[in-house]
């Protein structure tokens, strides 16, 4: 309901009242955050710290989440904004994204989405070390998985470049 809500045009209070019915239906469920977020971006319905704010809160309120949901609410900013996510969308803190994202990683080890979206954030904010670990866990560029999240393999190889070069 909240991504047709981003469709039409259904005013912010309907779309949060989806998203108060959505969580009350399942806390865990990630999915009904996503939507918001999507609906809060800028292209649509929102702001930057609309967005920004959202993920601080939703991480906040729901403990049973935590930075994981923080982490999945970036990721629908940092999807349309690849390398300019730190200056398009300045509120998000690296610290939890990642924070988030190690925890998806222990709860599901090794899954390709989760370290292609640890190197993106980490090339997008700089974050050498980490970015280095998920590229070697990757390996080689996936025709498959890549272009969901660098778009181009060049994306991707600029990355490990980067990422993988000797101080």
Not at 68 to 87: H, S, W
Not at 112 to 134: G, P
Not at 138 to 146: F, K, R
Request: hydrophobic content about 45%; some cysteine; overall charge positive.
């Amino acid at each position: 309901m909240i991504d047709l809500c981003r469709e039409i045009g259904c005013p912010r209070a309907e779309a949060e009242r989806f998203l108060q019915i959505g969580s009350r239906i399942n806390v865990r469920y990630e999915g009904v955050y996503v939507a918001m977020a999507t609906y809060l971006l800028p292209r649509w319905h929102g702001s930057p710290e609309d967005v920004a704010r959202f993920a601080k809160q939703s991480a906040d309120s729901n403990p049973g989440l935590g930075d994981v949901v923080y982490a999945r609410i970036a990721t629908v900013a940092l999807l349309i904004e690849g390398k300019d996510f730190p200056t398009k969308m300045p509120g998000f803190e690296w610290s939890r994204i990642r924070s988030g994202l190690m925890e998806i990683d222990r709860q599901y080890p090794d899954a390709a989405r989760t370290q292609h979206l640890l190197a993106r954030f980490a090339f997008a904010y700089r974050d050498k070390a980490t970015a280095k670990v998920a590229l070697l866990r990757l390996g080689a560029w996936d025709p498959v998985e890549g272009p969901g999240y660098w778009w181009t393999a060049r994306n991707f190889a600029s990355a490990q470049k980067w990422a993988l070069s000797v101080p």
